[in-house]
């Protein structure tokens, strides 16, 4: 199931790459936001287990890293979209 926007629908469009494809949001959306109201998942669990949309949603856990082009690893539940971000959500381990 896909997030629905329910208000606030008429902010400013931000357009950004998300996983090497174009994908656009809403200014002052933060990257969960922008991903879950797009795809309806962040990421793959790694244990198999399934899709996965985050867990807290505040920036306590380690459930939404994703990584920002120029920026490096970041959580998506507390950085906010800016116009031309390249978000990729497979994370880059080194």
Do not use: K, Y
């Amino acid at each position: 199931m896909r997030l629905r926007r329910l208000a606030e629908t008429d902010r400013p469009t931000v357009s950004f790459l998300l996983d090497g494809t174009p994908a656009d949001a809403l200014e002052g959306d933060t990257l969960l936001t922008a991903i879950l109201v797009r795809d309806g998942h962040l990421r793959t669990s790694e244990f198999g287990d399934g899709l996965r949309a985050g867990f807290c949603l505040m920036g306590a856990c380690q459930d939404c890293w994703v990584n920002v082009e120029g920026g490096g690893r970041v959580r998506a539940c507390t950085t906010q979209i800016t116009e031309g971000m390249c978000v990729t959500r497979r994370m880059v381990h080194l």
